[in-house]
């Protein structure tokens, strides 16, 4: 019974994308786990491997927008994508409770019920580490099995950034190797949107963006699914900023 309260997690996940995960293909990297203990060469192996199977999990996660009425290649095609995204961010809103709990609306109906599993949490953070929106199992999962959702969250991360290079071609998906371990980024060893030049202000005149989109996601996702007023708009945000200008970009910047 203690136990049960504690987890936060849907005892069961229900809803349409609930049953979509069930036969939802994992996407397993070839040095899966914390990009933190992988080295260069095996995070270019990943990049390499997620690449080649690019058009492969776009149909993925095609095929499951369109079940909730969202048109990828209309988002695709769209000389402005911002009704895209808007649709985007809605859903996520709308359905990504049903896979990870959704604590804003347990702390608006029962306060006293959540008010106590905030505390036993507190004191057991075990707990917390084995949730599907826990960072720490996000960063050490193969995105298979019961960690199925984080596959989709892949694919989606790759389908938004095909919108944003249908913009700006000269956006593309790399690394940024000029992140240490040390310094704790969730751009390390990751596959990051690259391509657009921002003006430094420091010592160079010029630097190369590099936006991990899906740890931004992982983390709009554990937001919706704990706060009273859930919103997905931070990636998308980001990426209208990277579509047209540094100015725009700045502004979310400031803003966030």
């Given amino acids: 019974m203690l136990e049960r309260l504690m987890h936060r997690d849907p005892h069961k996940p229900r809803g349409l994308l609930a ?3 069930e036969s939802y293909p994992a996407y397993v990297a070839p040095f899966p786990g914390d990009p933190a203990k ?9 990049l390499d491997a997620l690449l080649a199977q690019k058009q492969a999990r776009l149909a993925l996660i095609r095929a499951v927008l369109a079940r909730f009425d969202i048109d990828f290649d209309a988002g695709l095609a769209a000389i402005e994508p911002d009704s895209f995204f808007k649709q985007i961010d809605r859903w996520a809103v709308a ?39 826990s960072l720490k199992r996000w960063r050490s999962s193969d995105r298979a099995g019961a960690d199925i959702f ?26 940024d ?30 630097c ?12 709009s996702f554990a937001d919706i699914c704990t706060t009273v007023t859930p919103d997905m708009c931070e990636p998308t945000r980001y ?17 966030s």
């Fill in 19 to 21: 049953g979509l995960l």
């Fill in 38 to 46: 992988i080295t260069e060469e095996q995070a270019r192996a990943n």
């Fill in 95 to 133: 359905t990504w409770p049903d896979i990870g709990g959704n604590d804003g609306q347990e702390r608006l109906q029962h306060e006293l019920r959540w008010l106590v599993r905030q505390r036993l949490r507190s004191a057991f953070p075990a707990v917390a580490d084995q949730e599907l929106i």
């Fill in 150 to 175: 984080y596959s989709l969250l892949l694919d989606l991360s790759l389908a938004l950034g095909e919108v944003a290079m249908r913009r700006r071609p000269e956006i593309y998906w790399g690394l």
């Fill in 177 to 206: 190797l000029t992140i240490r371990a040390e310094d704790d980024r969730a751009e390390y060893h990751v596959p990051v949107l690259r391509g657009v030049r921002v003006p430094d202000s420091k010592d160079d005149p010029s």
């Fill in 208 to 219: 190369e963006e590099a936006y991990a989109l899906e740890p931004a996601l992982f983390l």
């Fill in 239 to 255: 990426l209208r900023g990277m579509i047209s200008d540094y100015a725009a970009l700045r502004r979310h910047a400031t803003r």
